[in-house]
């Protein structure tokens, strides 16, 4: 898993801050052949070591471990407990909202767009596009989308009925513009807050999808905001055809194969087990349309205390114009 470009392993998730500080992690130990401990991970680009520990990043240089910089996000301040119903969350004000694994939703109740995001349903959508590349832009669209005051700018989604089923239709325009400078993809998603799934946990999920274009980079992601960036493992499409699992973190450890392809213009039917680890101990089991495509061990979470609150579908990431319609999402933490 390690050993890939300096590039992607580190100017993309390690080296956010550009430069190092003169601390070192004090632990006198020899960093060049040091093994990772609990809540720590190690990864190798270029000869070059890196360490996150709980959240911070060490590079390995001659008088040891010095400290980079630190991956937490400043304003994710939320401690978390496990309760029998899932999480309860506190906020450093003393704010405190329960989470919970257990979520469906088959659109088939819904009239309105807004009516998706009432609680307990989906908490946002995510709109980014070349008319709306920024955070803020993107927000603003689907507030305005939301709440009814405007509408959608270029990539979209809307309630569609096939037969006497409704679905969720998802379209997302090409990359172009101050996106494609920024190196971002386009996105047409929604969004589900308020799930909970740590480590020992079993994350299982399922959803029908309908692909209607070229195929998006990633279908599904599961995230927590501890860390900036958001990683998390997500159902991801290699060469273009082939449903695969990867974790977004560090050398993203992936899982793949490329026996079977993703259908097109025709409904079928994906399902993900992950078993949460920050170790080798982690486990990810992938079907489609009930054909198991993968069962393999490895790390499914980014560290030991990551917990995974978001859910997001839909077209979490595409370059390409395309469309995909959705139905029949559950997520839970029992076997489906």
Not at 64 to 69: E, P
Not at 129 to 140: G, V
Not at 142 to 158: K, T
Request: glycine share 6%; proline share 5%.
């Amino acid at each position: 898993m390690l050993g890939k470009p300096l590039q992607r392993v580190v100017l993309a998730t390690f080296c956010l801050t550009g430069c190092l500080l003169s601390c070192q992690s004090g632990d006198g130990s020899d960093c060049a052949q040091a093994v990772a401990g609990e809540n720590e991970y190690i990864a190798e680009a270029d000869e070059r070591r890196f360490k996150v520990s709980e959240g911070e990043v060490y590079t390995c240089e001659s008088d040891g471990w010095v400290l980079s910089h630190s991956l937490r996000d400043a304003l994710w301040d939320w401690r978390f407990e496990k309760t029998p119903e899932g999480c309860l969350f506190t906020s450093s004000e003393g704010e405190k909202f329960s989470a919970s694994p257990e979520f469906s939703d088959d659109f088939e109740q819904v009239q309105r767009l807004k009516e998706l995001f009432s609680p307990p349903r989906w908490t946002t959508m995510n709109l980014q596009s070349p008319a709306a590349p920024t955070i803020e832009a993107f927000n603003r669209v689907s507030r305005a989308v939301i709440d009814g005051s405007g509408n959608f700018v270029d990539n979209s989604l809307q309630l569609t009925t096939i037969g006497s089923t409704k679905a969720l239709s998802f379209s997302a325009v090409e990359v172009s513009g101050d996106l494609l400078a920024a190196k971002r993809p386009s996105k047409s998603l929604i969004a589900k807050e308020n799930i909970c799934f740590m480590k020992g946990d079993d994350l299982w999920f399922s959803a029908n999808y309908y692909l209607d274009g070229p195929i998006p980079i990633t279908l599904a992601d599961f995230e927590t905001s501890q860390l900036i960036e958001s990683p998390g493992p997500r159902i991801i499409v290699r060469e273009g055809r082939y449903a695969g699992v990867e974790l977004k973190f560090a050398d993203k450890p992936s899982f793949f194969q490329n026996r079977v392809s993703l259908p097109q213009k025709k409904w079928f039917r994906l399902k993900l087990h992950l078993h949460l680890s920050d170790g080798p101990d982690g486990l990810v089991e992938l079907w489609q349309d009930g054909q198991q495509l993968l069962r393999e061990e490895g790390k499914n979470l980014p560290l030991a205390n990551s917990v995974l609150h978001r859910m997001q579908v839909g077209i979490t990431a595409t370059h390409q114009a395309t469309r995909l319609l959705i139905d029949d999402v559950v997520l839970s933490a029992e076997p489906l």
